[in-house]
């Protein structure tokens, strides 16, 4: 089963800074694009960010500027940096691989709380 490990979350004042790490495995990694998604409480998940093989990125209007979606290929991991943290950014962070309609994997989550 393919697992994507998460890593970086916790708690940061408002206008602080965190980064978050998604590892996958490596014959994962090299096909997927891969996606960053948030999920507050009472709402749904979104996409926050997303990178294809290639590394064309898009973010959402409420992160543009502000977070960094990037891959690294030696490491087979990819990043979240995330600054000028505002209380709407708290939420779970899930990682997701994809690629055509056979591979759909997602992270455990990790939580990211900002406090004001």
């Known amino acids: 089963q393919v697992q994507l490990v998460e890593s970086g979350g916790g708690l940061v004042q408002a206008g602080g800074s965190l980064r978050l790490s998604c590892a996958a495995p490596?014959?994962?990694?090299?096909?997927?694009?891969m996606d960053w998604y948030r999920q507050a409480p009472g709402k749904q998940r979104e996409l926050v960010a997303a990178?294809?093989?290639?590394?064309?990125?898009g973010y959402i209007d409420s992160v543009k500027g502000r977070f960094t979606i990037s891959r690294d290929t030696a490491k087979n991991t990819v990043y979240l940096e995330m600054n000028s943290l505002n209380p709407e950014d708290t939420a779970v962070y899930y990682c997701?691989?994809?690629?055509?309609?056979?591979?759909?994997?997602w992270g455990q989550g990790t939580q990211v709380t900002v406090s004001s």
């Open positions: 490596g014959d994962i990694f090299k096909i997927a694009d």
């Open positions: 990178i294809t093989r290639s590394g064309s990125t």
């Open positions: 997701r691989a994809a690629f055509g309609n056979w591979l759909d994997v």
